[in-house]
């Protein structure tokens, strides 16, 4: 997309007649509100992957908590699927400009973090070196 690469997992695809249902599992207590499900980013670049793979079909996304097997999905319209790709790209873009990256408090998330493995985002760089070559 743009000048950027992405590359992740989707845990669950189901393709069908007239639509394809993908699924992201959260083990974690904390849940996305229904109002945020329809601009849930997560979400919305895996829909925006798979509509483009399946372009005459449309697309269901979900989150699936395995604690209580609660499920909260949106069917992505081609109106939503154009504000991911607009949201995305001026992320995209103020990260490389170096005008909208900000480090995320979360440490953890560092360990799988490109800007921090090659050093672009000081913070997770300095997080890395803490913790040693073996942690990532």
Known sequence: LGPARFNGYID??????????????K???????????PTNLQLGIYAL?????????EV?????YLRDGQAR???????DLLNVETKLL???TGILNKE??????NERACNWCDYAKNGVCPTGRLRLDRRGPSKY
């Open 100 to 105: 909208s990256f900000v480090a995320t408090s």
């Open 27 to 37: 083990s974690g207590k904390q849940k996305v509100t229904y109002a945020e499900i």
């Open 49 to 57: 992957y798979i509509k483009r793979l399946f372009p005459d079909k």
């Open 73 to 79: 999905g949106h069917r992505f319209t081609d109106d």
């Open 60 to 64: 269901v996304a979900e989150l699936y």
């Open 12 to 25: 669950f695809v189901s393709v069908h007649d007239t639509y394809v249902r993908i699924r992201d599992y």
């Open 90 to 92: 001026n992320i995209v």
